[in-house]
């Protein structure tokens, strides 16, 4: 099970961080990524961060201003965001996969969201 928060309202410019805790043994055999949706639109990847947290991809979206990272010990997914801006707002999900990249279907399970809304 995965339960992401953090999400908020917040400036254009500002920062967020997300979280997505996870229960269960099996945490560290899966790589974690996060994924958004805006309204009216499509699902759309984010990052990625391997099992072992040693590789991250990033959308070109968000690459430079992003940052995934986790913590194993804690089974805790991490999503520093920086420099937001308003077509940022989106329901973040995170998603626990068995493959590593950006297609849904490498996903096995997936948290309930947390909405971010950034306003200009």
């Known amino acids: 099970q995965l339960q992401a928060s953090g999400g908020g309202l917040v400036q254009a410019g500002g920062s967020l961080k997300l979280s997505c805790a996870a229960s269960?043994?099996?945490?560290?055999?899966?790589?974690m990524g996060w994924f958004r949706q805006a309204p009216g639109k499509e699902r759309e990847f984010v990052a990625i961060v391997s099992r072992s947290g040693a590789r991250t991809y990033y959308a070109d979206s968000v690459k430079g201003r992003f940052t995934i990272s986790r913590d194993n010990a804690k089974n805790t997914l991490y999503l520093q965001m920086d420099s937001l801006k308003p077509d940022d707002t989106a329901v973040y999900y995170c998603a626990a996969g068995s493959g590593y990249g950006s297609s849904h279907s490498n996903y096995d399970y997936w948290g309930q969201g947390t909405l971010v809304t950034v306003s200009s």
């Open positions: 269960g043994r099996t945490y560290g055999a899966y790589h």
